[in-house]
């Protein structure tokens, strides 16, 4: 099954590369300004025969194309061929390269397209020794070519030229940064020869007694170098020779004629120079790469979280990337992403997400009520005369519900109120299924279950006040936790199915999407998960480790979302679940998990943002 699978990549892999992609047309579109109407039309005739897959027409054409434009040389102010372009956008394009050097270019990119690198490695060098300012993106390729294609010696030559036009600001085009193009020439001069490397000490600042040992575990981490392309320094040969000099290790971190010293005397070739830093409640780890002979650092690597948990995680991370190596999956981390804020008229006092993610509610103190999109949008502010209590919206977002102080209660569909009453009492929790067929609220002790229409189909009195309901997508069933700790199923007839006792203040209730799982959130920081029909599967603190003895993606989901101070959310691939603690100055959470989405609400502010695994 295997095999099969591979191969059918293999073929749309190849089919998106020569019959789809026309990425060699597309990166050289603007190319169309300076051509006359007969070049052009010959380039996109073999775009044409590039979509068609006849790739020996495609070849004919563009080699037409070549025969045009060098038959119109040489390209001067004073020797012009008359019908072709002479416009500002034209000469903007010109003031680099020729035609000529053009046309070589749209042939770099169409043989590196087609898999034949070293007609590629051929006409970029063409492009480039016939422009007039070089071009560094076309630098860089070049060099990733020869790279590709183990001519390790030209690579680093090219990257060192690409260096050399940054340095003195000539060239034209985007380009990487400057300390990238260094870790290429560095990793490609290691496979060639291996590289002596010093490891200074590790500069500590602001962390806590049990991280000081972070040094020796950066070291032990530094052992997974690849020893072909790398040699670390010795503990013992660098104390030795230090003693012989009768200077110290801190010497040589602060000192850089000291420095400068060891490493002749070493023969080494590069130095790291590690730090880690807490900053507020950032920790951030930085590793500068001075090269021999210089003081300033050629390569610069950073990686900061609020979690000192992922420090091995980062103390790895380097050694892969300080190789040009990619991250595995394994050392990925959650990072958030702030998508768009909002601020509203008034404090925020609660909000809910669609499980779908596409829309969300958010009520105030002054009684107005949000409908948002996900992009941020608002589509419409309902106005009530007093604070907004509770709220809720269904799991397709279509549908939103929400209460004020003063016993007002209101449904609507999309922007239109379709439903208002007044009741006596406190609402105290509101649950919408699919598509708003029924929805449910608790007043104290007392559960109501009605239609949109707001016909109450039947109630149900508890032994305590309410602290949460939810009713299933489907509306199948409803869930109801009390103060006092317990939890009562029941049929969408109203028919208790079963209830249990967990001894702490019910406060959250969430059903999985797949319906076939129940979590509870309990004010001390409890939470337990049911099957849909009763049997306890596991039960948690929140801010510990969950151990899941499946990889039930329908378990996975009923635990993770919001619960107290708390975001549980599954890894990239959902078999894990990850967490950490929300910030005490925001005081609203919720979520959209698994659709990658989650609101904040901090005062009258909204922060919406996603996870993503970097």
Known sequence: MKKISIFILFVLTLNSTFINAQVWYKNNLNLKAIYPVNVWTCIEKARQYHISGNHKMEDSYLRKA?????????????????????TQEALDILRYASPS??????????????????????????????SYIPDGAYLYKLGNILESEGLYSQAISCYQELLNCISVKNFHNSVPPASTIQGRIRTLTARLEPQIILVLDMKLQDLPDFLSNSGQIFKEKLSLLDTRNYTLVKDQILDRMLGEQQITRRDIIEDREERARIVKLLNVNYILEPFLVR??????????????????????????????EFLPNFFERFVLEFQGKKIPEDLLIPVNSYQWTYETSNEITGIAVAESGAKLIAGCKDGSVYLFNRSGTVSKIFREQDEIVCIAISPDGNYAAWA????????????KLIFQTKVKNLVRAISIGENGKFWAYAIDDKIYYLDSKGEIFWTRTLPDWIGSIKMSPDCSFLVAGTMAGDIFVYNNEGNLTWNRKLGGAVEKVRISPGIEHISTGLRNNLVHLFSSTGNEIIRFTLGGDVKLLTFNKDIIEAVVGTWNRWYYFPDKNKRNVWYYSIDKSVKIAEAAVSNNFYVLAKGKSLLAYTVDWK
Do not use: M
């Open 404 to 415: 004020s102080i003063n016993g007002r209660l209101c449904l609507a569909e999309g922007t």
């Open 279 to 308: 900053i507020e409640n950032q920790y951030i780890f930085q590793v500068r790469v001075y090269k021999a002979g210089q003081n300033e650092p050629v390569e610069n690597f950073e990686y900061k979280n609020e979690n000192y």
């Open 66 to 86: 070549e025969e045009l434009t060098r038959a119109a040389e040489p390209f001067n102010p004073k020797n012009w061929p008359s019908h072709w372009p002479r």
């Open 101 to 130: 050097a053009y046309i070589y270019r749209i042939f770099g990119d169409y043989a590196e397209e087609h898999l034949r690198p070293k007609e590629a490695i051929r006409y970029i060098k063409l492009y480039l020794n016939r």
